[in-house]
């Protein structure tokens, strides 16, 4: 049976790194879920920069939406599995809803179906409520719904990091 780690921390804190570190530590072969969508140029620089860092070793997946499908289709197939990132994923249901319900139930089902895995699951998020209360009602909601929904995941994984400044601390 395979585990679920959680990583989360701010912005640049180091989160995908770890997180590479804690699959590769499962063995080979690894898959990469990338919930990123290249909707522009930088985005598009973000998305090689981190191809390229990490290699062949990795299959990569990509699937802005149906992340538990994809999962369970995979699962088995490679000794970790690598979701990066939860809060992208969160993004693209939110704004094809825009209502964070769908995207909160997407969530709940994930967390049913992760103790039943046979590849251990690493997920990213980012823990954007230590800000400031965002001006707008789409940046409240979704940093709401990020935080309801990092709990859910916390509450469901095995072991929890957070990075700060690059430093993991972990918490569970």
Not at 1 to 12: E, P, S
Request: charged share 25%.
């Amino acid at each position: 049976m395979g585990k679920t780690i959680l990583v989360t921390g701010g912005a640049r804190s180091g989160k995908s790194r770890l997180a590479e570190r804690l699959a590769e530590a499962c063995g080979a072969p690894l898959g990469y879920i990338a919930t990123a969508t290249a909707g522009d140029a930088e985005m598009a620089a973000r998305i090689s920069r981190h191809q390229e860092r990490r290699g062949d070793r990795w299959q990569t997946i990509e699937e802005p939406f149906e992340l538990a499908r994809v999962l369970a289709e995979h699962d088995g197939r490679h000794a970790a599995l690598l979701v990066d990132c939860v809060t992208l994923w969160l993004t693209n249901l939110l704004l094809c809803a825009d209502d964070p319900a769908p995207a909160l139930a997407a969530v709940k089902e994930l967390t049913r179906q992760l103790p039943g895995m046979q590849s251990t699951v690493v997920l990213v998020t980012n823990e954007v409520g230590m800000g400031i209360v965002p001006e707008n009602r789409l940046a409240r909601i979704f940093r709401d719904l990020s935080g309801e929904a990092n709990q859910l995941l916390a509450a469901a994984a095995d072991e929890v990091y957070v990075t700060i400044a690059g430093m993991p601390l972990r918490l569970k």
